[in-house]
């Protein structure tokens, strides 16, 4: 069983009163007009859903909070029941025709609820399509990148040809190195808060972390592209808890004898480290060893790893700049041969 997950605007009530030629349709007017409409005519969502709907799919209506949205999704559940689909209907909050509010909290509030939705279907065990042929442009917009992020395949009939058009998973891998280094951050401002308290905390740190920010009000909050992002970046980071970390005899030697506060730095480090797209983009071969060096940058942290055919990350030395054992591992040299006993880490 599939679902769909379908954005739904308002052309259903839009063609109705065209065809009945009235200012006002009721509930009854619709079923109706649905029941003896080609599918391809009565509404955008409808004509989607004819080229996409197979037996046995599910199907979610994501809808704005108004009452010509909530009344086109009641009648399109009520048509597809009648065809014995499960259908299941789901409000996005804030998601308004008042531009302030449909601009930032309308549409962080749809990447939200898809991002929710989605994780509950895949929890079930459910393929997931978006049908994001229905609502505003800027929605199909936003339903795209988070198909793209979350890897589920978006559809959308194309307006000049009137085609369904798949974007598929994309095989491109995203970079999460800016929420990487600089998670603790991004954490904190996916919480409201004003934009005095995060134009302070912003000093200091890349410009580019501006982009996924935007204010309204006199708070700044994560902006739907950046709720998008970060939310995918921790699905990641979840995903990954999977891939295991072996530390060697004397990585796990230097790790015990770490203060608490520097253990806990080099636990992030680590965790880092499953991340294959972290590991891309974040590591560098260094003069003097056959392992990669993690992670770039001006962090204080650099681990010594490589990782063997079974896809484990063996771990063969902790190091750091502020206490030059980096510098001097480089000068004796960091050789995989030269390691043994590796353990799991953490340990249990």
């Not at 048509?79 to 025709?97: A, C, F, G, I, K």
């Not at 917009?141 to 598929?168: K, N, Q, S």
């Not at 190195?177 to 919480?191: C, H």
């Not at 990782?307 to 004796?332: F, M, N, P």
């Amino acid at each position: 069983m599939r679902t769909i997950i379908v954005t739904v605007g308002t052309s259903l009530l839009s063609n109705a009163r065209r065809i009945l030629r009235v200012e006002e349709v009721t509930d009854r007017q619709l079923d109706q007009y649905l029941k003896e409409t080609e599918s391809e005519k009565a509404s955008a969502e409808t004509n989607s859903l004819g080229r996409l709907l197979q037996t046995g799919d599910r199907i979610v209506f994501l809808h704005s909070q108004t009452d010509e949205g909530r009344q086109c999704a009641e009648a399109l559940r009520r048509h597809y029941t009648r065809q014995h689909y499960s259908v299941e209907l789901r409000e996005v909050r804030d998601l308004t025709y008042a531009e302030s509010r449909f601009k930032l909290r309308g549409l962080r509030s749809l990447v939200a609820t898809l991002i929710e939705q989605i994780r509950k279907e895949r929890a079930q065990q459910r393929p997931v399509l978006i049908n994001a042929t229905g609502g505003f442009k800027a929605e199909i917009a936003y339903a795209t990148l988070v198909g793209l992020l979350f890897d589920a395949p978006v559809y959308y009939i194309h307006e000049a040809f009137r085609d369904i058009i798949e974007m598929p998973p994309t095989p491109i891998s995203w970079d999460y190195s800016l929420l990487a280094d600089y998670e603790e951050f991004f954490e904190w401002v996916s919480q409201v808060h004003t934009t005095p308290e995060v134009d302070r905390r912003l000093r200091g740190l890349p410009g580019e972390i501006r982009l996924l920010l935007a204010e309204e009000a006199g708070f700044t909050f994560l902006s739907p592209a950046g709720e998008a992002f970060y939310e995918a970046f921790r699905q990641k980071e979840a995903e990954a808890q999977a891939i295991p970390i072996f530390l060697s005899e004397k990585a796990r030697s230097t790790y015990r004898s770490l203060e608490p506060s520097v253990r806990q730095s080099f636990d992030r480090v680590l965790n880092k480290l499953r991340l294959a797209e972290l590991r891309r983009t974040g590591s560098d071969q260094v003069r003097n060893s056959d392992c990669l060096v993690f992670p770039k940058g001006r962090r204080d942290e650099r681990i010594f790893y490589f990782q063997d055919d079974e896809g484990r990350i063996l771990v063969c030395e902790l190091t750091r700049h502020s206490d030059k054992s980096y510098e001097q591992a480089l000068d004796r040299g960091v050789k995989r041969d030269y390691y043994t006993g590796f353990q799991p880490w953490p340990e249990r």
